[in-house]
């Protein structure tokens, strides 16, 4: 038995209507911000990765799917969406002269991660991406809209937590502080992040483990650290968050895997998770155009963890819509009227009712059976075929009529 890879999973229909729910759900929030979806190649070069996220950053180091395709280049399976969109951006021109762009996207990521629940190797994100303007209220833009799918959604319990990681004028600085402190508890911190000591040492403010947090806990802040700039910027995200009634929480230990981002960074927590507890995560990355060759767009952005949230919305009981059920059962009495049975079917269809026959030669009690989940079965026996006629029969009321085959079309388009 070959069975899938590790990481990997299968979303069959119990789950996959419920995925499909959010997606569309996610689709409707975007067009209502006027975002526009776009489709990327799950593959790309690898160096878009390796100078977009940052050699230095787990991702690239530990987590990438790279391979050597069949013409000797070095491929790698998206392990985020962010790179190639501006990689996309870019390369169709759509933010010269000033030009802005508002885009979404969904779809597989790969991240050689150690499984868990709420953690594959393939994993699914729906992702948004504000390139082209470095102002402020983008920031506060981009927040809102992942806030609006998750209210729409019915997600309860969030925690949306912000921090602000500077730009290339002032992170240096803070770099070189953080270095300091750290040195100075060198005893107490994990190999991982003894490693990230000179190398990035934001990331280990970032370190789940416990003897690490105690330490991290007393980093220097970097709010002491923005320049004014960073500092406005990120007073006016507040400022529009609270204008728009949005709580949030200050952590300034929340820097984020990518090294591309700049300024704004958050995330969106869920309580209903365990360790696993970002269902979002995103901010302000105005150097990645720059690290990628694409000269200077600013952009700020948010991905948000499909997965993880189909197992909050499950374990908070949300609603996903209605379950997809097929209107009209059409059965068979007997063997000769399969033919006439298929051509209702099909003509339900063209008239947009949802409509099923069987095709397996099962029998008109197991037909029957299986149009107990519809609201109507029409049935067609040799009286019927005689007097051309199907019985309809309401599975709800359990009652019956006769309608003439040329009726039966609209009389069902009537009742359901
Ligand atoms: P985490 O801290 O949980 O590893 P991350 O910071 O690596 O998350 P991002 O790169 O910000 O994650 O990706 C955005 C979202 O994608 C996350 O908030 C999460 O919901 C989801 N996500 C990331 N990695 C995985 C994974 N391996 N499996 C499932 N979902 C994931
Ligand atoms: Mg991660």
């Known amino acids: 038995m070959i069975s899938a890879p590790r990481g990997t999973r ?9 995925w499909a729910f959010i997606v569309r759900t996610a689709s409707q929030v975007m067009d209502s911000f006027g975002f526009r979806e776009i489709h990327l190649p799950v593959f790309e070069h690898t160096e878009l990765f390796a100078r977009g996220v940052g050699e230095t950053t787990d991702i690239v180091e530990k987590e990438m799917y ?11 399976l998206r392990p985020e969406a962010t790179a190639g969109v501006m990689r996309c951006a870019i390369e169709n021109n759509l933010c010269v002269q000033g030009a802005s762009a508002k885009l979404w996207n969904w779809g597989p990521m790969f991240r050689h991660e150690r499984p868990q629940k709420g953690r594959y190797r393939q994993f699914y994100q729906i992702d948004a991406e504000c390139l082209g303007i470095a102002g402020p209220m983008a920031d506060v833009e981009i927040i ?11 997600l309860k319990n969030l925690e949306v937590v912000i921090n602000s990681v500077g730009c290339e004028k002032c992170r240096p600085v803070y770099r070189q502080k953080l270095i300091d402190y750290f040195s100075a508890h060198k005893e107490s911190l994990c190999e991982t992040c003894l490693d990230r000591l000179e190398r990035n040492p934001l990331r280990i403010l970032d370190c789940k483990k416990e003897e690490c947090g105690k330490i991290a806990d007393g980093a220097p802040d970097i709010f002491d650290s923005l320049c004014p700039e960073c500092r406005e910027h990120f007073a006016q995200v507040r400022a529009g968050l609270e204008r728009l ?21 958050y995330e969106i927590l869920s309580g209903n998770l365990g360790a696993q507890n970002a269902v979002a995560g995103g901010g302000r990355y105005d150097n ?9 767009i600013p952009g700020v952005g948010f991905a948000c963890g499909l997965d993880r949230v189909a ?66 079965a029409c049935i067609i026996g040799e009286s019927e075929r005689e007097n051309g006629s199907v019985a309809v029969k309401d599975m709800k009321e359990g009652s019956q009529e006769s309608v003439a085959v ?4 609209r009389y069902i388009q009537d009742r359901v």
């Open 10 to 18: 299968d979303i069959l229909p119990a789950e996959s209507w419920q």
């Open 66 to 76: 790279t391979f050597n395709d069949r013409g000797g280049r070095s491929i790698t």
């Open 144 to 154: 809102s809209l992942s806030l609006e799918l998750f209210r729409r959604l019915g």
């Open 245 to 265: 009634g949005f709580p949030y929480r200050l952590s300034k230990r929340l820097v984020r895997g990518l090294d591309y981002y700049t300024k704004t960074a």
């Open 288 to 296: 990645l155009a720059s690290a990628i060759g694409g000269g200077k």
């Open 311 to 376: 197992l909050v919305m499950e374990e908070q009981g949300c609603s996903f819509g209605e379950a997809p059920a097929v209107q009209v059962y059409c059965a068979a009495l007997d063997e000769a009227s399969r033919g006439d049975v298929q051509v209702l079917t099909h003509e339900l269809r063209k008239a947009g009712i949802s409509a099923e026959c069987d095709t397996a030669g099962r029998s008109f009690k197991v037909q029957m059976r299986n149009a107990g989940n519809c609201r109507f």
């Open 406 to 409: 040329s009726e039966a079309v």
